[in-house]
């Protein structure tokens, strides 16, 4: 089984930075993709963006050039730098793992496994 613990989510002022955490534990893969997704309140759960297994990530359109995804040399944490952020980005924001990798794995059905969440709140 794997664990997805996120953390480091708070509250930060419109053009401030944050950078959260997602700590995995348990089963590992040998390749993998690691994605970034957010839920504001009364929409639907959507893609931030992804790292794989050698470091190649993607990103949606609008966090783009925002915000940078990375991960520990030790491949256990994987780190959403968000910065210039905007008060759309308030949202509930999760990490997932999917064994394998693909190119362009957005869905929320794609990921097998999740993180309980951590709240982003943006204040303008």
């Known amino acids: 089984q794997v664990q997805l613990v996120e953390s480091g989510g708070g509250l930060v002022q419109a053009g401030g930075s944050l950078r959260i955490s997602c700590a995995a534990s348990?089963?590992?893969?040998?390749?993998?993709?690691m994605g970034w997704f957010r839920q504001a309140p009364g929409k639907e759960r959507e893609f931030v963006g992804s790292?794989?297994?050698?470091?190649?990530?993607y990103y949606a359109d609008s966090v783009k050039g925002r915000f940078t995804i990375s991960i520990d040399n030790a491949k256990t944490t994987v780190y959403l730098q968000m910065n210039s952020l905007k008060p759309e980005d308030t949202a509930v924001y999760y990490c997932?793992?999917?064994?394998?990798?693909?190119?362009?794995?957005?869905?929320?059905?794609?990921?097998?496994?999740w993180g309980q969440g951590t709240q982003v709140t943006v204040s303008s």
């Open positions: 348990g089963r590992t893969f040998s390749t993998y993709d």
């Open positions: 997932a793992l999917q064994p394998g990798s693909m190119p362009l794995r957005i869905g929320v059905r794609e990921y097998a496994y």
């Open positions: 790292i794989n297994w050698i470091g190649g990530t």
